[in-house]
């Protein structure tokens, strides 16, 4: 079983950054892909970003690209998404995820693994 914790939400102004932390209690978190996912009210849960295992790939949903930056430290057991030049539409809330497959997939369905999520809100 791996427990995610995400942090790092809160409310920011157009065109600022937030990062996001997403914590995983495992012994074996390089084992694990791990990907962000957003909701917005009324809406379906969407890809934002994932990484694989070793971290040397990424993928990002076209929405995201050149403002979002993912990665991870394998030795804290935690993944990271810096968000940059926020837009009101980034507002949702932010879920982490781990897949015990390898590459950086897009697909909710082939991750194991959700945390609770955390609010980000991006005023105009």
């Known amino acids: 079983q791996v427990q995610l914790v995400e942090s790092g939400g809160g409310l920011v102004q157009a065109g600022g950054s937030l990062r996001l932390s997403c914590a995983a209690s495992?012994?074996?978190?390089?084992?694990?892909?791990m990907g962000w996912f957003r909701q917005a009210p009324g809406k379906e849960r969407e890809f934002v970003a994932a990484?694989?295992?070793?971290?040397?790939?990424?993928n990002y949903a076209d929405s995201v690209k050149g403002r979002f930056t993912i990665s991870r430290d394998n030795t804290k057991n935690t993944v990271y998404l810096q968000m940059n030049s926020l837009k009101p539409e980034d507002t949702a809330v932010y879920y982490c995820?781990?897949?015990?497959?390898?590459?950086?997939?897009?697909?909710?369905?082939?991750?194991?693994?959700w945390g609770q999520g955390t609010q980000v809100t991006v005023s105009s």
């Open positions: 995820a781990a897949d015990r497959g390898m590459g950086a997939t897009t697909m909710p369905e082939r991750y194991d693994y």
């Open positions: 495992v012994n074996t978190f390089s084992s694990y892909a």
């Open positions: 990484i694989s295992r070793s971290g040397r790939l990424t």
